[in-house]
């Protein structure tokens, strides 16, 4: 280790804060602006805190990894943590922060367009700088499709809310009330997946009647297939030229998800299990010579409604008490499998369980709790969701170009701690200073 990395080693030990700011900087350098142009729902005669600093507390607390709007405000209350926010900010702030009841009624008026555009500003920025085109396969963006589950009780939170009945029409009858949302998430290599879309399933009232009858299964399938459609819409219309590989779960194996791919020109691997369309996995078992390489083997154009579609079924031993376990998984894909690229599909669509463990695992125990209700308002319960994918992904780029490019090893619980303690630190200008960190290469 040179002495550059020494230095920059002992600064990120002293001060993770201006380390993960640094991070922020390079790569998005223009979000504290962003959140400034963003339009203001408020009467400006009465504004006390500007929109910036409203939203660049919410962005710090994703960062510190708190959890609750009350924690915040009691962990923030520190005239340490004022000054380093103006600092950071680039904000005047006297000598208070915003109160959690500010915030959420700001929050409650604000337009979750908003949000939803700033992160794909900061999406559309990291695909030009072209510092992550090695994760493109082949010369396609991987975007991961899945959904999961915000709040979940017996309290009726607002008029959004699901509905699951148990024993319905008997007198144990019981409601229980979700929120649920559908996410697209971008894969940057390794261990960094990024927000790039998100649509939220809710209750307009026109499915109840249909769904009286349907199994969970099927209803949560209409559910979040109509939301897929309206969350490829949104994409489209925001990436029109970006080329795009989907990764969908077996939910998502049925012709409505393959005729948006096709008309958006967009690739897709999703995984098929038994019953998903069982007239493609009969086709598949009746032709009995099929194509071989190594683990994999595949069937090339089965006609289905106007589709070819193409199945790969891999087989992945492990070694487990020293014997030797199989696994085997199955996809459908619109990609001509070939011997140059059977195995290279079956590893990219193993990828897809990045959502679940780098995106809503990591989300909701390890640096965050995104299923706990900050606000039963619609709006701001959205706003909240969508500022933790805004930090939570700074806080995979700092993990990834800070601490793992330096060796420094933490257990997942003492990242948001140690930035916490650091962002509530009397920090110093030698401790801002951003010459520190130059010898971090993003490349």
Request: proline share 2%; charged share 30%; net charge neutral.
């Amino acid at each position: 280790m040179g002495r550059a990395e020494i230095r920059a080693t002992r600064a990120l030990e002293k001060n993770p804060i201006e380390a993960c700011n640094e991070v922020q900087r390079r790569f998005f350098p223009e979000l504290f602006n962003r959140f400034e142009r963003i339009e203001d729902p408020r009467h400006q005669s009465y504004i006390t805190y500007t929109g910036k600093t409203m939203l660049g507390q919410v962005y710090y607390k994703g960062i510190a990894g708190i959890i609750s709007m009350q924690d915040m405000t009691d962990k923030f209350n520190k005239p340490e943590v004022v000054e380093n926010m103006s600092t950071f900010m680039g904000v005047e702030l006297d000598e208070y922060l915003p109160h959690h009841v500010t915030e959420n009624e700001y929050l409650e008026r604000l337009s979750p367009n908003e949000l939803q555009d700033t992160i794909q500003d900061m999406v559309y920025d990291l695909i030009r700088r072209k510092s992550f085109d090695e994760a493109k396969f082949m010369g396609k963006w991987i975007v991961i499709i899945d959904g999961t589950q915000l709040y979940s009780g017996n309290r009726k939170i607002n008029d959004k809310c699901l509905e699951r009945h148990y024993n319905k029409g008997t007198e144990q009858e019981t409601v229980n009330y979700h929120i649920d949302v559908l996410e697209a998430k971008i894969y940057f290599g390794s261990r960094l997946v990024c927000s790039i879309c998100s649509e939220f399933i809710e209750n307009n009232g026109e499915d109840a009647e249909n769904y009286k009858n349907m199994s969970e299964e099927l209803r949560k399938q209409d559910s979040e297939i109509k939301a897929f459609k309206r969350l490829a819409e949104k994409l489209k219309k925001t990436f029109p030229r970006l080329p795009i590989l989907l990764l969908m779960d077996s939910l998502y194996a049925a012709k409505p998800v393959m005729d948006i791919c096709k008309k958006y020109k967009w690739d897709y691997i999703i995984r098929f299990k038994d019953g998903s369309i069982p007239y493609i996995a009969k086709e598949y078992e009746d032709i009995p010579e099929k194509e071989q390489e190594g683990n994999a083997e595949y069937i090339n154009e089965i006609d289905y409604e106007g589709h070819k579609v193409n199945v790969l079924k891999y087989r992945e031993e492990t070694i487990e008490n020293k014997e030797v376990k199989k696994t085997f998984f199955q996809w459908i894909t619109n990609i001509e499998i070939t011997q140059k690229n059977a195995l290279k599909i079956a590893r990219t669509g193993r990828l897809r369980w990045k959502i679940e463990n780098e995106g809503f695992n990591r989300q909701k125990n390890w640096q965050a709790d995104i299923t706990h209700v900050c606000s039963w308002n619609e709006w701001a319960l959205k706003n909240h969701y969508l500022m933790q994918q805004i930090s939570d992904f700074m806080k995979q780029l700092y993990e990834h170009y800070v601490l793992k490019k330096l060796g420094i090893k933490k257990k997942q619980k003492n990242i948001s701690s140690d930035l916490l303690a650091s962002l509530t630190a009397n920090l110093t200008a030698e401790d801002i200073s951003r010459d520190e960190m130059q010898s971090i290469s993003t490349n």
